[in-house]
T-cell receptor
Framework: GESVGLHLPTLSVQEGDNSIINCAYS??????FIWYKQESGKGPQFIID?????DKRQGQRVTVLLNKTVKHLSLQIAATQPGDSAVYFC????????????FGQGTELSVKP | SQTIHQWPATLVQPVGSPLSLECTVE??????LYWYRQAAGRGLQLLFY??????ISSEVPQNLSASRPQDRQFILSSKKLLLSDSGFYLC???????????????FGDGTRLSIL
């Protein structure tokens, strides 16, 4: 079946350092991936997405890498700031699943000043 | 630009009472609409999705139902709430491509439901 999962439930980094949040997926959850940021008491906020025909995509201070060989994707945040503290989710849409997102359990990022 | 609204933000209800949560989307037409529940363990579980008016697909058997009376309105309901219905309920939308397609979903700010 399909599954998407994050490697670590919590991550603590120093302000100004780069953060890397990892996610693995099963064989069928492999068509399209999204990273979300969720702050306390709010809904998930779209950060960046990547399609399965790409290896890398960059946004403002964020980069998503997709390694289809090992079924792994990561979110890199450059120069992490206190405002980046939140729970980060990866989500995937399996092939032929009509856009249904499957979410990982989330990684809580804490930024130390 | 598109916006999504959910209300109320918080709700405390007694066991056995009815429920109606509403979600509306502005700035787009014929969106796909979704209801999720997020338990304290952080993962989001898809409850219902809709690709058009009156078209509802249920993902898990439960005490809840959904309806889409208008193109940009999605309602989550229950006739009798259970303690296990407590949680954080999130509505989301994506561009309507018929089957959902590979489009990002955009979320509202949720309703925190507590059942006493």
């Amino acid at each position: 079946g399909e599954s998407v999962g994050l490697h670590l439930p919590t991550l603590s980094v120093q302000e100004g350092d780069n953060s890397i949040i990892n996610c693995a997926y099963s064989n069928s959850a492999s068509d399209y991936f999204i990273w979300y940021k969720q702050e306390s008491g709010k809904g998930p906020q779209f950060i960046i997405d990547i399609r399965s025909n790409m290896d890398k995509r960059q946004g403002q201070r964020v980069t998503v890498l997709l390694n289809k060989t090992v079924k792994h994707l990561s979110l890199q945040i450059a120069a992490t700031q206190p405002g980046d503290s939140a729970v980060y989710f990866c989500a995937g849409i399996p092939y032929n699943q009509g856009g249904k997102l499957i979410f990982g359990q989330g990684t809580e990022l804490s930024v130390k000043p | 630009s598109q916006t999504i609204h959910q209300w109320p933000a918080t709700l405390v209800q007694p066991v056995g009472s009815p429920l109606s949560l509403e979600c509306t989307v502005e700035g787009t037409s014929n969106p796909n609409l979704y209801w999720y529940r997020q338990a304290a363990g952080r993962g989001l579980q898809l409850l219902f999705y809709s690709v058009g008016i009156g078209q509802i697909s249920s993902e898990v058997p439960q005490n809840l139902s959904a309806s889409r009376p208008q193109d940009r309105q999605f309602i989550l309901s229950s006739k009798k709430l259970l303690l296990s219905d407590s949680g954080f309920y999130l509505c989301a939308w994506s561009e309507g491509t018929g089957d959902g397609g590979n489009q990002p979903q955009h979320f509202g700010d949720g309703t925190r439901l507590s059942i006493l």
